[in-house]
């Protein structure tokens, strides 16, 4: 006879599973290669040359170095990317501005802008009075659902109530502002160093994650407050603050690991975010890497912020790390080195506790990069996760694998891949493997890129083709 508590653990896991769908069908996409500007044959000054240029808007640098494309514009015609500008030519020419690190965005849609150009620099030219105590880190941009801002590593680009995109937005009504999070009871000094920001889709709050003085990682939730004239903190310039700072972590179901006597009991309820990844398109849940359910098997999680409800996203041995989730909720997009085997020979054994993790968690999870390169591809997966034999789909399985093809697997993917607001496009990018994960004594030998100016990065969009357009997920849906 069955006890009741074993009833009722039967009972709730028949009604979890009879909630799920079963695993959508396979799409089908068409993938084309986003442009950029062209790529300069050397940094030197003067390097990037009319026959190069002709429009003097600037020439980016052959190595990926600091570039990153982020997300779409609301319309989903333009993405927005991180690049490095060099061989501009000295002041005062006009294209002397198109120097160092800066945020553009690059159509999406297959037109140009009005200068002609398939690209427009958004913070190229902002006068230094509008960028006062610029942040040095640019990573991870990521545009506001409103259109008018941006993030930029930590900084907040501002159109002053103009889309990023249109022709009123120009250098001149352009200000870039530092994000300060003050970590000191009398809010002086510079305050904490988050990293890996990540927008809400509300536009008003930010996760992040930021390392402890241990070598340890807590991840952090907080509420974006412009303020125009700060006293205290640094810099003291006019500035957006993180306020209503939130640990990520609930002191009663901290511990992934328990321990009574002789008896070790692993908690899969744990809410402890390691590295926060993001949130679901409605807003309602951080997306995260956790403790490994299993051991060695790094996977993605989601807890639900109202009600602290776990999920386990991925279940798949190999490795899953950047992330995204649709505005509509529907799927999830992760960059996962599913595919390559690069992990199964440490995680393919499922079901084992995850034990030596306790010490070992770290070194499991470096296994999955060759110095440099990475091994990720995207990964296109419904809202509820791998389960049973459902591990998603492979976005750009389909090619003939030659150098330079959309499944050409020596064009490994990186962090972030993106959806369009209404669903129907996926933007992602791709770094060439180079030295030293390549040539000498590895057995690979490094490919040529066929990247324009032999490029060593590329912007990939999927359009998925029978994907109708879908309104966002509302809070609470």
């Known amino acids: 006879m069955l006890s009741t508590s074993l009833a ?17 069908e396979p799409e ?24 190069i240029n002709p429009h003097g808007t600037g020439c980016i640098a052959k190595a990926a170095g600091d570039f990153q494309s982020g997300d779409f514009t609301p319309d989903g015609n333009n993405v927005i990317v991180n690049v490095d500008f060099v ?10 501005i198109y120097a160092g690190e800066q945020v553009i965005l690059i159509k999406a849609d297959g037109t140009n802008f009005t200068n002609g150009d398939p690209w427009k620099c958004l913070s190229c030219g902002v006068p230094s009075a509008n960028a006062v105590s610029l942040d040095p ?12 801002k941006a993030l930029w590593g930590h900084n907040i680009l501002d159109c002053g109530g103009e889309l990023l995109e249109t022709d009123a937005c120009t250098p001149d009504n352009t200000h870039i502002y530092p994000i300060h999070w003050t970590t000191s009871a009398d809010g002086s000094g510079p305050g904490g160093s988050p990293r890996e920001l990540r927008l809400h889709p509300d536009d008003v709050h930010m996760g992040w994650s930021s390392f402890t ?30 306020v209503d700072v939130n640990l990520l972590v609930d002191p009663t179901r901290f511990q992934p690991y328990t321990v009574n006597g002789s008896a070790l009991t692993l908690h899969d309820d744990t809410i402890n975010v390691g590295e926060l990844r993001g949130f679901s398109g409605s807003g309602d849940e951080v997306t995260y890497i956790a403790n490994p359910r299993e051991s060695t098997n790094i996977d993605l999680f989601a807890v639900h912020l109202g009600t602290g409800a776990v999920r386990r996203l991925t279940s798949h041995p190999e490795y899953a790390d950047a992330m995204a989730f649709s505005a509509d909720d529907d799927y999830f997009l992760a960059m996962d080195t599913r595919g390559t085997d690069r992990q199964m020979w440490m995680s393919g054994m499922r079901g084992v506790p995850p034990l030596v993790d306790l010490v070992a968690v770290t070194v499991a999870s ?10 990720f591809q995207p990964i296109l997966i419904d809202r509820h996760g791998d389960r049973g034999t459902y591990y998603g789909q492979r976005v750009n399985a389909a090619g003939d694998g030659s150098s330079g093809a959309v499944n050409d697997t020596n064009w490994n993917g990186r962090a972030d891949p993106a959806f369009s607001l209404d669903g129907t496009r996926i933007v992602y990018w791709q770094a ?3 030295s030293p994960s390549c040539g000498g004594a590895n057995p690979l030998q490094c490919p040529a890129s066929t990247a ?3 490029r060593e990065y590329r912007v990939m969009l999927a359009r998925r083709t029978g994907r109708e357009p879908a309104p966002p997920a509302r809070k609470g849906s």
């Not at 061989?87 to 002397?96: C, E, F, I, N, V």
């Not at 470096?366 to 091994?375: D, E, K, L, M």
Request: a negative charge.
């Open 87 to 96: 061989g501009a030519p000295a002041a005062p020419d006009p294209a002397s």
């Open 432 to 434: 060439l493997v180079v």
């Open 452 to 454: 324009q100016g032999g």
């Open 213 to 242: 003085n241990d070598g340890g990682q807590f991840a952090y939730l907080a509420r974006l407050e412009f303020n125009a004239d700060p006293a205290a903190g640094t810099p003291l310039a006019p500035r957006y603050d993180l």
């Open 8 to 24: 009722l653990a039967i009972g709730a896991a028949l009604a979890t599973a009879q909630s799920i769908p079963p695993p959508p």
């Open 366 to 375: 470096s296994t999955r990069n060759n110095g440099p390169r990475r091994f």
């Open 28 to 51: 089908a996409f068409q993938i084309v290669e986003l442009p950029l500007p062209p790529v300069a044959p050397s940094s030197d000054q003067g390097a990037c040359t009319a026959d």
């Open 137 to 148: 880190q640019r990573d991870y941009p990521h545009v506001f659902r409103s259109g008018t």
